[in-house]
């Protein structure tokens, strides 16, 4: 980074103040990102505002719902305006970091960005080579202005050839942060009409018709694609000055009744879903968004191999990579996915899923928003996760989940052990510091004294503590107010009034306005914690309460051949019609009562299998009942199993008895194999599974309500993979440890700077 004497000294605490100056906000990918990174930075973390150098452009006016202020100087060309105007408004807005794009104004926001002393000026490139030529101004320009840059933020890693060895910018400035989309908003989905004949397979582009995206290429590609397959048809999307001789073009080569120019669309997001395939034919490209959104779509994409767009397509996984300027390639491409349906299907799959795993926009952003936190010299908030000892439980493996995915820029997390590591502290080890402080029993009075001590050294900004972990809960509450750190408790139960116990103790309830915050797993449990528990009746009975879901590692979407490869670990026929626990064998999942319902089943169902995966004190006495109940051909136990995750695919539907629960992991993971599930309406169940769309939720305790919604998924196979593929994209949507990492990250850095 540079630290040049005349700048101020970067603001250490409260939101960051950022200041996006560009040419416009008109039609392009850059102007693109622009609108929808800044609306998207956590505002708690960022106040975020945009200049235009020029006039508004097409996409300003997407800005003034949401609470981004944003304005235009209109003095494009003239530039000592258009620098007074900045100085002006960098004097008033005070920022602590100035990202520019475009070269007037890179050339004077870093400028305006000196003479006001700003601390940090950072170029964001979103081009990956030049498309015309620099002239002779601006490369001096660019080295006057070097010493005062701090970063360049690049959107591919194909960049940094172009930045570092054709520019000539310090390697070690040079950041790269992918696009993403949403997947909210680009998802498969019902087909709409495309306009085309009937019958057609659509291939569709999205691009400007610019020179760069050469359409000309792509439209000889297709002469040869309709020679081999007629029925294809070519949507063009977008305009630009090329149009007239891209339509004579068409003409010429006996094309029009094949191609279709649909000009520039507002509901591309709509459009996508339709097509067969999707394609790009640039020369030059850095990171496209229309391949990204036509992948988060679950469409196969054929691009030219150009830029970041290997990054984004696995060649034969996810579509095609093909050379630029190459009609025959990219038409051998484009037929082989039209013949082949199913391929093509299961590489529109691909696609979505590694969109989902690696360029959703919720992580675009949160890499932004760590990436200008560390341009900016913010130093990563100290968080110390505090538990008596681990346990193989739902909580911790959440909690070494999130230490796996906190960005280390923005959270530096750490474990302290008051007992001992526990089953799971290799695995802690193994991603973060873990420190055990040797209590010995309940009356230890050194322990306070040394997690204080503890906390004070490492710098502690904010102790997380679980509700379920006593000691942790009331030592690490009391060390943290000692240690001047904020502290949020985490609960991850409820219903616990069932079974004669609480969530929170009562001198916890009592005292919770000394928290910072209480997290959620779901509304549900929040309105239990206030109807059952008594929190929030009392003013001193109350801390803000900040839902966060549970969130699991979702892989790619399973297929024929992992449910194989589950049930031969299982030993099981493809034929047999299989229902899945995985849990604890103790009374709180109530296994008995799927069993009895199992007995119901297994009556008139003679491949029926019941995998009971899972170990622990109830054992003995359940198979017993199996015997007794005489289903022993029908249940298979597993005992404990560190390879749930890969068999889940193996079952039919998974199933979860218990009289009491959280938001449990299990059926999350369920969900993510495109496994529908049947569960008892307990914990916040109900915020998981809708009943009759991802599966069904029935009564606690009622075997006979269990077995008819299991008898009618096990019946249905239509049904089951309907529900099942509606689960999958819910576990996609929402349950995402990203997500719920990135929900936590954001609390933990707000608290941090309180």
């Not at 990918?29 to 929808?36: D, K, L, P, Q």
């Not at 030219?304 to 696995?314: A, F, L, Q």
């Not at 899972?614 to 007794?628: D, I, K």
Request: charge should be neutral; include cysteine; proline fraction near 6%.
């Amino acid at each position: 980074m540079s630290a040049t004497w005349w700048r101020r000294t970067p603001r250490r605490a409260g939101p960051m103040r950022v200041m996006f100056v560009v040419p416009d906000l008109g039609l392009g990918g850059a102007e693109r990102h622009v609108v929808t990174l800044a609306p998207a930075l956590d505002p708690d973390a960022f106040r975020v505002s945009i200049v235009c150098v020029g006039d508004e452009g097409e996409l300003f006016d997407e800005l003034r719902d949401t609470g981004v202020p944003a304005h235009a100087l209109h003095s494009r060309t003239r530039p000592v305006r258009a620098l007074v105007a900045l100085v002006r408004a960098m004097r008033e807005e005070r920022p602590d970091i100035v990202v520019t794009r475009g070269y007037n104004a890179e050339a004077l926001g870093r400028i305006a960005a000196a003479l006001t002393r700003v601390p940090r000026s950072v170029v964001w490139v979103h081009n990956a080579t030049d498309i015309g030529p620099r002239g002779r101004i601006r490369p001096v320009v660019d080295r006057l202005l070097e010493p005062l840059t701090s970063a360049y933020y690049g959107v591919a890693h194909a960049q940094r050839t172009y930045l570092v060895d054709e520019l000539g910018h310090p390697a070690e400035k040079v950041e790269i942060i992918h696009n993403g989309v949403d997947p909210a908003r680009f998802a498969p989905g019902a087909p709409v009409d495309l306009g085309l004949p009937a019958g057609a397979r659509a291939i569709g582009i999205v691009a400007v018709l610019r020179e760069e995206k050469d359409h000309p290429t792509l439209l000889r590609a297709m002469r040869m694609v309709v020679d081999e397959v007629p029925e294809a048809h070519l949507l063009v999307i977008g305009d630009g000055p090329l149009r007239p001789e891209l339509e004579e073009l068409a003409r010429q080569l006996g094309m029009s009744g094949n191609v279709t120019f649909a000009g520039s669309r507002p509901d591309v997001a709509a459009l996508l879903p339709a097509l067969d395939v999707a394609v790009l034919s640039s020369t030059t490209e850095c990171f496209p968004m229309a391949v990204l959104e036509a992948m988060a779509c679950g469409v196969p994409v054929v691009g030219t191999e150009v830029g970041g767009v290997p990054e984004m397509i696995e060649d034969g996984v996810t579509g095609y990579l093909v050379p630029s300027r190459h009609p025959r390639a990219t038409a051998d491409a484009l037929v082989k996915i039209l013949r082949d349906p199913a391929r093509a299907a299961e590489m529109g799959r691909a696609a979505r899923d590694r969109v989902l795993a690696e360029f959703t926009l919720d992580r675009s952003v949160r890499r932004a928003g760590a990436t200008l936190a560390r341009t900016a010299g913010r130093k990563p908030a100290r968080l110390a996760v505090v538990l008596d000892q681990t346990a193989v439980g739902g909580a911790e493996r959440l909690l070494l989940d999130l230490c796996r995915r906190f960005d280390r820029s923005v959270v530096e997390p750490r474990l302290v052990c008051l007992r001992a590591e526990g089953p799971l502290g290799d695995a802690f080890r193994e991603v973060v510091p873990v420190e055990v402080l040797d209590r010995t029993g309940r009356f230890d009075m050194r322990t306070l004294p040394r997690l204080v001590r503890s906390l004070r050294a490492a710098h502690t900004d904010v102790v997380l503590v679980a509700h379920h972990n006593r000691a942790a809960l009331a030592l690490g509450r009391v060390a943290a107010r000692l240690a001047g750190a904020a502290h949020v408790v985490a609960a991850h139960d409820m219903d616990l009034t069932r079974v004669g116990g609480r969530v929170l103790p009562r001198h916890v309830v009592e005292t919770l306005f000394l928290s910072e915050a209480l997290v959620l797993l779901a509304p549900s449990q929040g309105r239990y914690l206030h109807e059952e528990e008594g929190v929030g009746r009392f003013p001193w009975r109350r801390a803000p309460e900040v839902v966060i879901p549970n969130g699991i590692v979702v892989g790619p979407r399973p297929g024929p051949a992992d449910r194989a490869e589950a049930r031969r670990r299982l030993g099981l026929d493809d034929a047999d019609l299989v229902i899945g626990i995985a849990a604890r064998l103790s009374k709180q999942k109530a296994h008995h009562i799927l069993l009895r319902a199992t007995a119901r089943l297994a009556v008139d169902r003679a491949r029926l299998r019941l995998v009971v995966i899972g170990g622990g004190v109830e054992e003995p006495a359940l198979r017993a009942l199996v015997a007794e109940l005489g289903i022993a051909d029908h249940v298979l136990f597993t005992g404990v199993r560190d390879d749930v995750r890969e068999l889940l695919p193996g079952c039919d539907v998974t199933c979860l008895s218990s009289v009491h629960e959280g938001a449990p992991l299990v059926v999350l993971e369920s969900m993510a194999a495109c496994v529908p599930v049947v569960a008892t309406d307990c914990g916040a169940v109900r915020d998981l599974v809708a009943d009759g769309r991802e599966g069904y939720v029935v009564p606690v305790g009622d075997a006979s309500a269990l077995a008819d919604r299991l008898g009618i998924l096990l019946d249905d196979p239509r049904m089951r993979a309907e529900m099942g593929e509606r689960a999958r994209q819910r576990a996609e949507a929402e349950y995402s440890i990203e997500h719920t990492a990135a929900r936590f990250q954001e609390l933990i850095t707000r608290l941090a700077v309180r």
